[in-house]
């Protein structure tokens, strides 16, 4: 037995050490590192009905990346002109969702982690409540609300803003409120948490010298607490970009969220590489996309998830 | 200072907008949930009404939703809190060199979609299965297998960040004098570190149970023939809305009310506690007699907790008694004399029109009349209120569409007598 | 139990990867004994300690307690207990299950564990404090519950790890002679952890004086403070002044030293070095500040240096005087307050006088920087 196996059930003891080894490993192993090679794997295969899975056609092919990138062979056009506009339109609503919800957050998570008193526990209390409700109730609540007929429309129409109901859904708005709703408290929290920690002196400190409230954010508690606002914004981003319950209840008929595209090939067109082959490349487009944006603000992987 | 109040200003209406963004929805939604039309909106106000509730509560689907929930939910939670805390351990004393990989890949999980966990769960499985030659309905390839599965690889990462927060303030010399004292390891885990974890440990699991409860985009991919809650109402939801979702809504909202203002009482109630404690004499402790503070006593949540309580319990009263057959009657037929008086409006109009238009063919015979399309625009404009505003319409059209959109009126005023619903209620 | 369990290191040397924490240590504890290990910080006692609590296993050699070899018995097995430096307190449990956690262990009863709390509570002083939880008590209220859980084990040996590094001085002083009490009323052998030299002085019957991993001296507090082994011994242990010089001649068991700055001063070579010292080796002459006797300028006596008074400074039990000899060297004298007249001879030069049995010669060596 290698030596820090034997000091790890050492310090262990036996039994215990043997289940909690047992359980990081299937976590790890079993449900993390081997599914994700597995689809890896997948989404290099044709589509064959299980029969002949393993068998001579069963070799692997680049057919579902090239069919994302070219469209079904023999088509009219030379790209998937489909697929890649929503793959796209995807990212930058997501990113667009992100920052909305940065600006939107930061002052709140300010706010809470600077001031002191009772009615802070209250604002907590009713910031955390919509979270302990349904994602799809949620999406349901602004779908009531952004509805044709919705108390929005008739606000607006009563008010004489309009003089036929908008249609929020069509148009996206829905979709972006939907998102932004969905994600406000995995923006907070990190900022919250981060800012907490600032020591306020350093914020009477600036003010002292003089500093305007924009320059004291700008200069201190921004970089103070980037690891807290790369930390959300990663979260958020991954999230929007891979929501699949908010575009189908607030979405568009025609505006579709790459997701959904993934899921049409899972249980619509029945092609799992095919859609295997969207997971993989929504998952390394994003973790790319992260990755690029923590070497740009220098943030590290442990800052996530604080 | 001016400056100053402005500032105050500023911060109050922004928190003000801010939380009317978050929590204005849930409020509309839960007023839906008591009005009387089919579709879920809370103006015009018609008809205060329960039958939401009573049509919630025969929905067998939503019944079995509900059952599977609690079903993934309890796995979810043992299965994700265990490996959780597992995970946590192992972060304090793994190999310094490996720590930094092993934390990416753990906490990888809350980044990785929803949609390509699900994927992935049900590629990996499927596979497993066919490794080990079961059959396509074998235990690995069953829905509640895979979705505690692919629940818990997320949602043990949560569990994760909170366990290893309080981790981090463990002495583990603890540990060691427990060992020191005579204790086996597992006896040192059970007696000492549990103990002590025991306040995150129930967080983790209401966390897990959350997740799990509302998780739709891994579920989706993986429930097979165990459509959780989430799952139900989504597929709701996409194919037409109806106000018995509110009212489920409605109903969770005052559960977690009630869950977030009954823990808000236990920590209070804690403080105190731990404040009577400390004046408590050496003597009140001895003899077990130290008067602790009541209940109630300032102890705001809690009062507030009891009024909501009762609160419940009235409008529960009042909706075992109430019946609303009678506004629901007079609505009816209000809208029956508008629909009448408008149907009479149409005809006329129509022969109006087709008496303008034999004249007009007389004139000039082969060309087309374009005037019909503008009629119901026309109508909306008419004084009869949002019975005929084009939402209703298109709602209802895509509730019943057998019935002729050219009747404009007939909709929203005979909706609740094909509404099944309706019926189940009388 | 009244003979006590003695414990033996043989040989023991513990590795951490390259670095060396304990080497070679053959270390022989007497049963009933109240045996100190002493050392600056980082010195490798507390690894010591965890090897004969068993949370570590030696790379090399043998802990027997008792006769018995401990080898891969773990730390619940061990006849021992361990009170730790910031005494590890269960803070969820009364002070009274804290007390017997060990018998609940054993699946004793609460009616037994609540007998057997209430004895040990008489036994320190904390009589009904039994419901408190340990946050509720105070600092020196909670050393004692940790001597009281630890004891409740009922052990062969106990382990001790600088548990009164928290206290404040008073209380600190007072908590000394209670543990040498409990000890001497129970009769088990103590091993302690201290870097505090008057802590080791006052309690112990054995001191281990270590550096960087190695015992330099075993012995009673008398031994270590008159006849220390090495150079680090006599500069950690109590204050001295230090004279470096090479030795002009041996003498029987004394020994004249040329120092570099103060001359030619004899002093006694120490017991565990005699024979080992020769002409022109390196040595360090060592006179503590209490063996020097105050004379006028220029007083011819047997042996002493000359020195200018630059500071002096009533310490309440001493004065202390501070000079500078020949070359800048810094000298301390300490007079002990037996209610003399104080005359102040500030800027004068005076004769310092010792005794040749008072100063000891060692070979050169590393000095304790504390």
């Known amino acids: ?306 | 200072m001016k400056n100053f109040s402005l500032m105050r200003i500023g911060i109050w209406v922004y928190l003000a907008l801010f939380f009317s963004y978050l929590l204005g929805p849930l409020v509309i939604m839960s007023v839906t949930a008591f009005n009387s039309p089919g579709f879920p909106r809370a103006a015009p106000w018609e008809c205060l009404t329960f039958e939401w509730f009573s049509a919630l509560f025969q929905d067998e689907r939503i019944l079995n939703g509900i059952k599977n929930s609690i079903l993934v939910g309890a796995g979810t939670v043992t299965l994700s809190v265990a490996m959780g805390l597992a995970g946590a351990l192992m972060l304090t004393q793994i190999w310094p060199k490996l720590r930094a990989t092993y934390y990416t890949i753990i906490i990888a999980p809350i980044l990785i979609p929803g949609v390509v966990i699900g994927i992935s769960t049900l590629v990996f499985w499927d596979r497993v299965n066919r490794l080990f030659g079961l059959e396509a309905d074998s235990f690995l390839s069953n829905g509640l297998f895979l979705t505690v599965i692919g629940q818990s690889t997320f949602i043990a990462s949560y569990c994760m960040l909170v366990l290893v927060a309080r981790l981090q303030r463990y002495d583990n010399g603890l540990t060691e004098a427990a060992l020191d004292l005579g204790a086996t390891h597992a006896q040192a885990f059970r007696k000492v570190l549990l103990p002590f974890m025991r306040p995150a440990i129930a967080s983790a699991a209401v966390l897990a149970f959350l997740a799990s409860f509302e998780n739709y985009n891994t579920t989706t991919f993986t429930f097979g023939e165990y459509p959780t809650l989430t799952i139900e109402l989504a597929q709701k939801v996409r194919y037409g809305i109806t106000p018995a979702i509110s009212a489920l809504a409605f109903i969770i909202v005052v559960l977690t009310v009630f869950a977030a203002l009954a823990n808000e009482a236990g920590i209070r109630r804690k403080e105190l506690v731990a404040a009577a404690r400390k004046s408590a004499t050496v003597e009140e402790l001895e003899s077990g007699k130290l008067r602790l503070p009541g209940f109630l006593s300032s102890n705001a949540a809690a009062v507030i907790l009891v009024v909501v309580a009762m609160m419940t319990i009235a409008v529960v009263g009042t909706a075992a008694v109430y019946s609303p057959q009678q506004c629901i009657a007079d609505v009816r037929e209000q809208k029956r004399l508008e629909t009448d008086l408008k149907v009479q409006e149409l005809l006329q109009r129509r022969a109006e029109q087709a008496a303008r238009r034999d004249a007009e063919q007389a004139e000039q015979s082969g060309q087309e009349p374009t005037t019909e399309d503008t009629t119901p625009k026309a109508s909306n404009n008419s004084g009869f209120g949002n019975v005929f505003d084009p939402g209703a319409l298109q709602d209802d059209g895509t509730d019943d569409p057998e019935e002729e959109p050219a009747t404009p009126g007939n909709n929203s005023g005979f909706g609740n007598v094909f509404d099944p619903n309706a019926l189940q209620s009388d | 139990m009244s003979a006590g369990v003695g414990v033996n290191l043989e040989d023991l040397w513990i590795r951490f990867g390259d670095f060396v924490a304990v080497r070679e240590a053959n270390v022989h504890i007497n049963g009933g004994d109240f045996f100190s290990f002493l050392g600056p910080s980082g010195c490798g006692k507390t690894t010591i300690l965890r090897a004969v609590s068993g949370f570590l296993e030696p790379s090399q050699g043998n802990v027997l307690i008792g006769g018995n070899n401990m080898k891969g018995i773990g730390p619940n097995k061990r006849p021992t207990a361990l009170i730790f430096q910031n005494l590890a307190l269960f803070p969820l449990m009364k002070v009274w299950e804290n007390i017997t956690f060990s018998m609940e262990i054993k699946g004793a009863s609460t009616k037994q564990r609540r007998k057997r709390a209430d004895e040990l509570l008489d036994m320190i002083a904390l009589t009904g404090q039994g419901e408190k939880l340990p946050a509720e008590l105070s600092g020196g209220q909670k050393q004692r519950v940790a001597i009281a859980r630890a004891l409740c084990a009922e052990p062969d040996v106990l382990l001790l790890d600088e548990p009164l590094s928290a206290l404040d001085l008073k209380l600190r002083q007072h908590m000394r002679s209670e543990l040498r009490e409990i000890q001497k009323r129970v009769g088990i052998t103590f091993i302690y952890i201290t870097h505090d030299q008057g802590e080791a002085l006052t309690m112990s019957d054995n001191i281990a004086v270590m550096r960087d991993g190695v015992i330099d001296q075993i012995g009673d507090g008398k031994s270590i403070y008159n006849d220390p082994n090495t150079a680090f011994a006599a500069s950690f242990v109590g204050e001295n002044n230090v004279f470096r010089g090479t030795v002009k001649q041996v003498i029987g068991n004394e020994v004249m030293i040329r120092t570099n700055r103060s001359g030619d001063l004899m002093a006694r070579i120490s017991t565990a070095n005699q024979g080992k010292l020769k002409q022109g080796d390196e040595a360090m002459l060592f006179i503590r500040p209490e063996a020097f006797a105050l004379a006028p300028a220029g007083t011819q006596g047997d042996h002493f240096v000359t020195a200018q008074v630059t500071k002096e400074e009533f310490e309440g039990s001493a004065f202390n005087i501070f000079m500078e000899g020949e070359g800048g060297k810094e000298i301390k004298v300490a007079l002990p307050n037996v209610g003399q007249s104080f005359e102040s001879h500030m800027g004068e030069a005076m004769t310092l006088e010792y005794q040749v049995k008072n100063a000891v010669a060692l070979p050169a060596g590393v000095l304790a920087t504390e």
Not at chain 1, 69 to 92: C, H, K, M, W
Not at chain 1, 213 to 239: D, E, N, Q
Request: charged share 15%.
């Open chain 1, 1 to 306: 037995m290698p030596r820090f196996l034997k000091e790890y059930f050492n310090r262990n003891g036996f039994g215990l050490g043997s289940v909690m080894l047992g359980l990081v490993l299937f976590w790890t192993v079993g449900l993390i590192i081997l599914p994700q090679l597995s689809m890896l794997d997948f989404s290099f295969r044709p589509n064959l009905p299980p029969p002949e899975i393993g068998g001579p056609k069963d070799l692997y092919t680049l057919e579902n990346y090239k069919y994302l990138i070219f469209g079904p062979e023999g088509g009219s056009q030379s790209y998937n002109a489909v697929d890649l506009r929503v793959f796209y339109r995807t990212l930058i609503a997501a990113v667009f969702v992100t920052m909305f919800n940065l600006m939107l957050c930061y002052p709140i998570a300010y706010y809470l982690a600077q001031t002191k008193g009772n009615h802070i526990r209250v604002l907590a209390l009713m910031l955390i409540i919509p979270y302990w409700i349904n994602e799809i109730l949620r999406a349901f609540a602004l779908r009531i609300i952004f509805g044709e007929s919705g108390v929005l429309n008739n606000v607006l129409v009563g008010m004489g803003v309009f003089d036929t109901p908008f249609d929020f859904i069509r148009n996206d708005i829905a979709l972006y409120a939907g998102l932004g709703y969905a994600y406000i408290l995995l923006m907070i929290f990190p900022i919250y948490n981060v800012i907490e920690s600032l020591d306020r002196n350093q914020i009477e400190a600036a003010r002292d010298m003089g500093a305007s409230w924009p320059r004291i954010h700008w200069r201190v508690v921004i970089p103070y607490a980037k690891p807290g606002i790369s930390s959300g914004c990663t979260m958020v981003f991954m999230l929007s970009a891979g929501a699949l319950a908010a575009p189908q209840i607030l979405g568009g008929p025609s505006s579709l969220w790459f997701t959904q595209l993934i899921y049409q090939q899972f249980n619509d067109n029945s092609d799992w590489p095919q859609g295997a082959a969207y997971a993989v490349v929504l998952l390394v487009t994003c973790i790319l996309l992260v990755l690029a944006l923590m070497r740009l603000f220098k943030v590290n992987m442990g800052d996530i998830g604080k």
